[in-house]
């Protein structure tokens, strides 16, 4: 446990320097935060959305925001909560963009029984998700199934069930109050538990 | 250990975050109870499915890409900078900008030039000639500058060229951009005029001439001043709105100036006209005044007299007894 805290913290450090120095027109030190973090916004974005091809826009995005913005951090929280809730926002306006719905709608109209499984495999990309999940039938089931919830709650589950975040760091992260965030987080469970109870 | 205070310790039960008291007891319980047992089946094999999530790779590019991306936006915040002040977004935002733009070209005209101004008097001058002869060279303002003058001559060559009908002379009149207004009291002028009486108006209307009160003898006047009723004068200066020759004086006066009468304002209760506007060209106000004094006392006039730049006039007449 505390073995942990103590790289959670030197890692804040080491963001904070990378940070300040970023903000000495050092472009360097940003190229450094994207390669530490990457892999870690990417996979949220791919969690949250449920693709390839989105999540690779939004990480972008959000490491975009991050230089933009980077000057009015003030290291009042950790760098990692900030760039999760930037990459979180990102996600939601990806979600409730215009384009976005009308996919879902279409893929709906199209073949509303297999909706996910044809979103996907008429996606125009040389990636198949599909591929991803291939040795765990069940994680693919989990993946789903949390993609089949509301999209407030299955944010809520991608950070607190995959991403082990606290609490707390949920309800900074997503700007909701912290009974809230307990509220949704077991009614989201409820339902992934009725729907993988029919496959599991 | 009851069933409900289990299913909050299973998550720690399985990744073994419990004391080794608790741990017993929840192994106990489970060994007991099938419903927690299903249930923790359940989470060990949903845990098990997410702990087996893969951890993907972003592209190669990354990182190039957020440089691309950053350095197009740039370039694009520079470009809206420079073209986009107003960051219109909306379509609806740019009419509405349009809209408030041509309402303010509107009521400004920013861009009416005095030239408009004389072609209007030089196609209105004809008109105005019979009465007023002026001398060919003199300008009748007397205050242009040269080029003014210089555009004056063109226009005096296109309008002869171009023969214009009185009705375009109107229509251009209508484009002054200069005008005052006068307000002028005026009483009738009981000595000089005939005031008909009831009976009599429809007759008076035949014997009086349209602009012409004074045909009327005087004789005629003063006998009718004797017949007069009291009820008459209360009626005011004019006879009945069909039977108002003052008015159509007034009207062939203005007309004969190259003017015309604006708007008149008829009292429905007295059944006479309380209120009469006529436009004229302000250098003829003079000779108005002069023809109206005839027929009328004027006794209060404002302001004194019309505005020194103004080419047209509006002269607002208050009637009263």
């Known amino acids: 446990m505390s073995r942990n805290t103590n790289i959670s913290n030197r890692s804040q450090q080491e963001d904070d320097v990378l940070i300040k120095s970023f903000l000495t027109d050092n472009i360097n030190a940003f190229d450094r935060l994207v390669i530490k973090y990457q892999n870690l916004v990417f996979n949220l974005c791919f969690r949250i959305l449920g693709d390839y091809d989105e999540a690779d826009d939004c990480a972008q995005e959000t490491f975009i925001k991050v230089y933009k913005n980077l000057k009015k951090f003030r290291f009042q929280s950790s760098f990692t909560t900030w760039l999760y809730r930037i990459a979180v926002n990102t996600c939601r306006n990806k979600i409730a963009s215009a384009g976005n719905r009308m996919k879902k709608k279409t893929m709906r109209i199209d073949n509303p029984s297999e909706h996910n499984r044809e979103s996907l495999e008429l996606h125009d990309c040389s990636f198949n998700p599909d591929d991803v999940f291939e040795k765990n039938e069940d994680s693919r089931l989990i993946h789903q199934a949390i993609e089949s919830l509301p999209d407030h709650l299955g944010i809520l589950v991608v950070l607190r069930d995959i991403e082990g975040k606290a609490y707390e760091d949920i309800s900074e992260i997503t700007g909701v109050t912290l009974g809230t965030v307990k509220s949704r987080l077991a009614r989201a469970r409820h339902l992934l538990r009725v729907r993988l109870r029919e496959v599991f | ?321």
Not at chain 2, 285 to 299: C, E, K, N, P, S
Request: aromatic fraction near 6%.
């Open chain 2, 1 to 321: 250990m009851r069933c409900r205070h289990v299913n909050i310790l299973l998550a720690d039960y399985r990744d073994k975050n419990l004391s080794s008291q608790d741990m017993a007891s929840v192994k106990e319980h489970l060994a007991q109870c099938a419903g927690c047992r299903e249930e923790y089946q359940f989470l060990k094999k949903y845990r098990n499915g997410i702990d087996a999530f893969p951890v993907l790779d972003p592209p190669d590019n990354f990182l190039e890409k957020i440089h691309e991306r950053i350095t197009a936006g740039e370039r694009r915040g520079l470009i809206r900078k420079l073209f986009y002040p107003l960051k219109i977004k909306l379509p609806l935002e740019a009419a509405g900008v349009l809209a408030l733009t041509l309402i303010i070209a509107f009521i400004y005209r920013p861009f009416a030039v005095n030239r408009m101004a004389y072609r209007a008097e030089e196609t209105a001058a004809p008109a105005a000639s019979t009465v007023q002869p002026e001398p060919k060279k003199t300008h009748p303002e007397g205050d242009f500058d040269r080029s003014t003058a210089t555009v004056k001559r063109d226009d005096e060559i296109r309008a002869k060229e171009r023969a214009p009908a009185p009705h375009v002379a109107e229509s251009a009149v209508r484009e002054e951009p200069y005008k005052a207004e006068i307000t002028l009291a005026l009483r009738l002028n009981r000595v000089s005029i005939n005031v008909p009486s009831v009976g009599e108006s429809f007759q008076a209307k035949n014997l009086t001439e349209a602009g012409e009160p004074r045909a009327a003898s005087e004789k005629d006047a003063t006998s009718d001043k004797k017949e007069k009723s009291s009820a008459e004068l209360s009626r005011g200066p004019f006879p009945a709105p069909r039977d108002q020759p003052e008015v159509d004086g007034i009207a062939a006066l203005a007309k004969s100036l190259a003017g015309k009468v604006v708007k008149t304002t008829y009292d429905e209760k007295t059944g006479f006209h309380r209120q009469v506007i006529v436009e004229i060209p302000a250098r003829n106000y003079d000779q108005f005044l002069t023809g109206l004094r005839a027929d009328w006392i004027v006794h209060k006039q404002s302001p004194a007299g019309p505005h020194p730049r103004a080419r047209r006039m509006q002269i607002i007449m208050n009637f009263s007894e």
